[in-house]
């Protein structure tokens, strides 16, 4: 494919603004690019309306391994308009760089990755095996497309799952990665004049110690991840009262945890579910939680064969090594890797570090690049 071609590719994906909604304009495009080959299985995958996930399917079946590429297709909002240098959907080319919202986070992933199964059709190798793009919505509020497609199984088969987040221009690759749970405590209690506490129930005194005691716990799983550190615990919002004179009878916080594989997301819901259960059966707590979205850590190592397979490829194409890393930040590879085959999950992608700023770009020369390495590397892990 020409190098017009490619770029233009990726102006198109930005050109549509998919702000947390609509990857269905997405999706129709992709399939658009992949209607000159009648063999190719399509498969759109309704989320809600506007919102579809892509799989496609390159190669035999039941011949070898199943290599998936992903990304995901919405963006995050741009902002203040009047920030960016340039119209965020005008995916504007100025100096070898590409400016938009999703030019890093991370369309030029998803375009590359694209490309690359495009351009394995054109010059129609015999593959092995097969390589699946799996196109999810959702990603930034929660991952609800990738969990929507491994719960329907488009994953199990796969042996190894590459996905295109930016990683600093591709010169990072990420093998391992932290969890998150979200978590919203709520704590009821009874008004009364502060004059006369005894008469009151103090929601807020309640909310705090589950927050201290909870904090206390988590602090004894002290392991540290040697890629990734120790996991946190962090208090990011808080709500309560009604008046400085009154006992208050309602009280929230949101907590933020960071897991990391030496603590499956299940023992940290089992410490907080069996706190909230002790304080509850003492007088006066009404407490309750609720978890959002949240994402499993992803164990890695560096000996598996797809990361290996990854090394060798970056010195071909990049002629130059690349720094195996961890990354703090969930992606959709922590919903893949509870497919029924665990597949192996990489992240690498040729975004910029500035995704979900202002005047996001992707560097030219290093999507065009990505392009080769993605179709290299998929193309030697299912040989
Ligand atoms: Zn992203």
New binding site residues.
């Given amino acids: 494919m020409k190098k017009e071609t490619k770029i233009q590719i990726l102006r198109k994906l930005i050109q549509l603004p998919t702000i947390n909604n609509n990857e269905t304009t997405v999706v129709d495009f992709i399939i658009s690019l992949f209607k000159p080959y009648p063999t190719v299985q399509i498969k759109k995958i309704p989320y809600a309306p506007n919102r579809d996930n892509l799989v496609i399917t390159i190669g035999h079946e039941n011949t070898g391994p199943i290599i998936g590429l992903s990304g995901?297709m919405d963006v995050v909002a741009p902002g203040t308009l009047s920030n960016w240098t340039n119209d965020p959907f005008s995916a504007t080319l100025t100096n070898g760089k590409l400016f938009g919202r999703g030019a890093s986070?991370?369309k030029s992933g998803l375009a590359a990755e694209i490309i690359a199964m495009l351009e394995i059709l054109e010059s129609q190798p015999q593959l092995n095996g097969q390589i699946r793009l799996l196109a999810t919505v959702g990603?930034?509020t929660g991952e609800y497309g990738a969990a929507q497609l491994t719960e329907l199984g488009y994953a199990d088969h796969l042996t190894g799952i590459i996905i295109a987040?930016?990683t600093n221009n591709m010169t990072n690759l990420v093998y391992t990665s932290r969890g998150v749970i979200d978590y919203e405590v709520t704590s009821s209690g009874k008004n009364a004049h502060s004059a006369h506490p005894d008469l009151g129930v103090n929601a807020i005194r309640n909310l705090l110690n589950f927050y201290q005691l909870a904090q206390q716990r988590l602090e004894k799983l002290s392991d540290s991840d040697p890629v990734l550190g120790r996991m946190t615990h962090e208090i990011t919002q808080i709500t309560g009262g009604e008046q400085a004179n009154m006992i208050p009878s309602s009280a929230q916080y949101s907590g933020n945890i960071r897991t990391i594989p030496n603590y499956p997301n299940q023992l940290i819901f089992n410490e907080l579910n069996t706190l909230l259960t002790e304080l509850n059966a003492l007088p006066n707590y009404e407490l309750t939680i609720h978890y959002s979205y949240p994402e499993a850590p992803i164990m890695g190592t560096p000996e598996s064969e797809l990361v290996q397979t990854a090394l060798k490829t970056y010195r071909t194409v990049f002629n130059h090594d690349v720094i195996l890393t961890g990354s703090s930040e969930a992606?959709d590879g922590s919903e893949f890797i509870q497919a029924a085959g665990q597949p192996t999950i990489i992240i690498c992608g040729p975004g910029s570090p500035t995704?979900h700023q202002v005047d996001e770009y992707v560097d030219i020369d290093t999507y065009l690049q990505s392009i080769m390495f993605y179709k290299q590397l998929a193309l030697a892990y299912i040989k």
Wanted: no cysteine; aromatic share 0%; hydrophobic share 10%.
């Fill in positions: 995901h986070d991370m990603e930034e987040e930016p992606s995704g």
